[in-house]
Every structure is written in structure tokens, then in C-alpha cells.
């Protein structure tokens, strides 16, 4: 009995962890990961839905300009005198440069004029959508020796197509 619990009391004594092995790779791996880690961006873009003017008072007369994404075309109009231009799909896809072009002459003539209503069909594609939102929000123009984004209408309100 005596030899037993000998036997017993070898069986509870602890070793001791080496861990050094286990430190030196945490050493290398934490600062590799966070070198390497690609940091998310998010963007959010503030967007209006566009006014009813429902008041009293008989409505204003200024510029409001409309882009209507259809599927075969993306139309550019305003609320006074109708359609400015109609841009037809190419090869099945939407313009999005000579919507940018349309978009630089239009804002010549209103300079001041920073908001535009996007109103797209039902079964509009999101990435149409989100080109069409950046063809209307900026366009890239050359000053210098850098390329810079030149601000057409950034306040952008969106409804349904009519």
C-alpha cells in the first residue's frame, strides 16, 4: 500500500509549460497581420428624395434637371423646356462618357446649379445606377501635371422614372 501511493504523489507533481516556442510565433504573426490587413473603406453618399411642391404659392420657374435611366436610353431633361438629349445604349450598355460630356455643357450654362434628380426605371441594374450617380456627381479633369475631380452636381435627389 505504501508502494501505491508513492506512485500516486510522481503522477500529481506539475511540469512546467514552455511557452517561448508559442511567444516568438505570436512575436512574428501579430505584426504581419496587421501590416497586411486591408483596412475597409465605406463611403456613404447622402441621397434626397426629390420635393413636392404642394404649397400655394405658384411654384418657382428655375432649372431642375432630370436624369431618367431607361433601358434603352438614359434621358436628360429639365422641368422647363423637356428633353435636353436623349443617350442611346451602345452595344448594349449605357454611355456613361457622353453623359459626363452632356452633363460638363449643362453645368457650363447653370454653373450655380448643384443638385440633379435621378429617376430610374424599375428593373434598373444597381450598377447603373451607382455609374450614372458618379457621372453626375464629378468628372476627372487634368490640372497640371495631376488628374482631379471637377464637381458637376453632387446634391442628388432619387424618385422613380415617370
Request: hydrophobic residues 45%; charged residues 25%.
Given at each position: 500500500m505504501k508502494h501505491l501511493r508513492s506512485r500516486r504523489g510522481r503522477r500529481k507533481a506539475e511540469a512546467d509549460l514552455n511557452i517561448?516556442?508559442?511567444?516568438?510565433l505570436m512575436v512574428i504573426l501579430v505584426p504581419f497581420l496587421l501590416i497586411t490587413a486591408v483596412f475597409?473603406?465605406?463611403t456613404i453618399l447622402e441621397l434626397n428624395l426629390p420635393t413636392?411642391?404642394?404649397t400655394n404659392e405658384p411654384p418657382k420657374q428655375e432649372f431642375q434637371l432630370?436624369?431618367?435611366?431607361?433601358d434603352a436610353?438614359?434621358?436628360v431633361a429639365d422641368n422647363k423646356g423637356g428633353l435636353i438629349k436623349r443617350i442611346p445604349r451602345i452595344s448594349g450598355k449605357h454611355d456613361y462618357k457622353q453623359l459626363s460630356t452632356l452633363l460638363q455643357q449643362v453645368k457650363a450654362r447653370?454653373?450655380?446649379k448643384t443638385t440633379?434628380?435621378?429617376?430610374?426605371?424599375q428593373n434598373t441594374h444597381y450598377e447603373t445606377l451607382v455609374h450614372v450617380m458618379d457621372a453626375v456627381r464629378m468628372f476627372r479633369v487634368v490640372q497640371g501635371t495631376e488628374v482631379v475631380n471637377a464637381e458637376l452636381f453632387p446634391d442628388i435627389s432619387i424618385g422613380d422614372a415617370p
Amino acid at each position: 500500500m505504501k508502494h501505491l501511493r508513492s506512485r500516486r504523489g510522481r503522477r500529481k507533481a506539475e511540469a512546467d509549460l514552455n511557452i517561448t516556442a508559442f511567444m516568438n510565433l505570436m512575436v512574428i504573426l501579430v505584426p504581419f497581420l496587421l501590416i497586411t490587413a486591408v483596412f475597409s473603406r465605406l463611403t456613404i453618399l447622402e441621397l434626397n428624395l426629390p420635393t413636392d411642391a404642394k404649397t400655394n404659392e405658384p411654384p418657382k420657374q428655375e432649372f431642375q434637371l432630370q436624369i431618367v435611366i431607361r433601358d434603352a436610353a438614359i434621358d436628360v431633361a429639365d422641368n422647363k423646356g423637356g428633353l435636353i438629349k436623349r443617350i442611346p445604349r451602345i452595344s448594349g450598355k449605357h454611355d456613361y462618357k457622353q453623359l459626363s460630356t452632356l452633363l460638363q455643357q449643362v453645368k457650363a450654362r447653370f454653373p450655380d446649379k448643384t443638385t440633379a434628380t435621378i429617376l430610374p426605371e424599375q428593373n434598373t441594374h444597381y450598377e447603373t445606377l451607382v455609374h450614372v450617380m458618379d457621372a453626375v456627381r464629378m468628372f476627372r479633369v487634368v490640372q497640371g501635371t495631376e488628374v482631379v475631380n471637377a464637381e458637376l452636381f453632387p446634391d442628388i435627389s432619387i424618385g422613380d422614372a415617370p
